[in-house]
């Protein structure tokens, strides 16, 4: 399986972007798929993940209530909506995949396929 993200830019804090990370090669309906970002300056950080299924969906506590992670399986594809927008949500923003073995895991060690990231920048 291969990864693309798309769907970062630019825009104004309160504001929303919607972004996509399409799977090729193999169907991605046997992974768990997750988004992780990296602030400039910090580690990389869990910001939210979903099963195959769609029914679990762990987020991180920062994008509670503001970010949506979804997926089509018919498409190969999840998205990572962002709602209300921070200045401190800027960062590049990866897609990931897991294989499904049971359980939905935020660490982003057990990640085995990584997209090659899409920056979003929150301006003030």
């Known amino acids: 399986v291969q990864l693309q993200a798309c769907g970062g830019g630019v825009v104004q804090a309160g504001g929303s972007l919607r972004l996509s990370c399409a799977a090729s090669g193999r169907t991605a309906s046997g992974y768990v798929m997750g988004w992780f970002r990296q602030a400039p300056g910090k580690e990389r950080r869990f910001v939210a993940a979903i099963s195959p299924s769609g029914t679990t969906k762990p987020y991180a506590d920062s994008v509670k209530g503001r970010f949506a992670i979804s997926r089509d399986n018919a498409k190969n594809t999840v998205y990572l909506q962002m709602n209300s927008l921070k200045p401190e949500d800027t960062a590049v923003y990866y897609c990931?995949?897991?294989?499904?073995?049971?359980?939905?895991?935020?660490?982003?060690?057990?990640?085995?396929?990584w997209g090659q990231g899409t920056l979003v920048t929150v301006s003030s």
């Open positions: 990931a995949a897991d294989r499904w073995l049971g359980v939905v895991t935020t660490t982003q060690n057990n990640y085995d396929l």
